[in-house]
C-alpha cells in the first residue's frame, strides 16, 4: 500500500515528491550494498529503526554531507541512542516562572527552527490572571509586555509532555513516530507523511507543521544535530520538543533549562532517586497537565512550598 493512501481524513496526506524520491534512492542504495533482492515498496516501508546499523551510518554520512554543502560548515548528525537506566523527566516550577520567553528563543536557535515566515516557536508561554488561577482557555500566548512578570499574572510554559500514553503515536497511520526507551517521543521526519494526525490528537498543541520551506540561515545553523532531533526538516512535516535530544544524550540540559534565570526549569533521569527532577518532586507539589486524559506525562508542574 502507498503510506500516502493511509492517511485518513485528518489531512492531505500527500507526500512530497522530492522527498519520496530521497527516500527510494537511500532505499536502492541500501538494498544494493547488502545485495539483499526484497520488494523495494516493501524496504519503503520499514521505518529507520529497523535499519541494520551500517545502513543507519551510511544514511547519515550522507546527510552530514548534505548539510555541510547546504550550509557551508561542518554539520555532524548523531545518532546516539537512548541510554540504559535512564528515563527523563522535566519539571517547571510555576511559582518561579516570569514569562520572559528566554527559553523560548533558547529553543528556536538550539533546534534548528524556522525563523521566520513563519518563525516556529515549540514552548509556548502562557499569561494568566492570579485572580483565576490555571484557566488555559482564558489565557493569553501573544502578551506584549515593556516588563515581566507583570502584576496580578503569572506564566505557565507549555510544551511536549513526552507522555508515557502518547495519543499522538496511537495516531501515526505509518509509524513515523514513537516513544524511545529513555521517554523522549521523536519523529522520524523522513517517514512523516505531512498528514496531521498526530496533531490533531495532541491534546497539549506541542506539534508543529511546516507548512512552507524552512527559514533557516546558514550562519545560525547549529551544526551539532541529532539524526531525530534538531537536523534540518523539509517542508510537509511535523517536528516538537525532543527534550533537546543532542544534548541530553550527551549529558547536557536541554537549551531551555541551561537559559532561565530564575531556575524554574528542572530536568533529570527519573530512576535515579537523587537527580534534581527526583528532589524536586520530593519536596514540591506537583501537578500534571490534563491529568484525566490518563497521558501520563514525563513533565511536571511544581508550585514551590
Known sequence: MNPSSKSGGCGSGAMDPGRRDVLKFL???ATVASGAACDLEGFFRKS???L???DVRRMVTSWE???SRQYGKSVTVSEAGPMDGVKFGYGLDLSRCVGCRRCVYACVEENNQSRKEPQIQWIRVLEMDKAHGIDINHSDVYYDAAEVPRPGKFYMPVQCQQCDDPPCVKTCPVGATWKEKDGIVVVDYDWCIGCRCCMSACPYGARHFNWAEPSLPAEEMNPKTHVLGNRPRPKGVVEKCTFC???TREGLYPACVEICPVGARKFGNLLDPDSEIRQ???TKRVFILKEELATHPSFF????T
Open 27 to 29: 532505499a536502492v542504495g
Open 301 to 304: 508542574y511544581f508550585y514551590a
Open 245 to 247: 535530544i543532542q544534548r
Open 52 to 54: 541494520s546499523p551500517a
Open 48 to 50: 529507520f529503526r529497523e
Open 280 to 282: 524536586a518532586m520530593d
Open 65 to 67: 554531507r548534505k548539510y
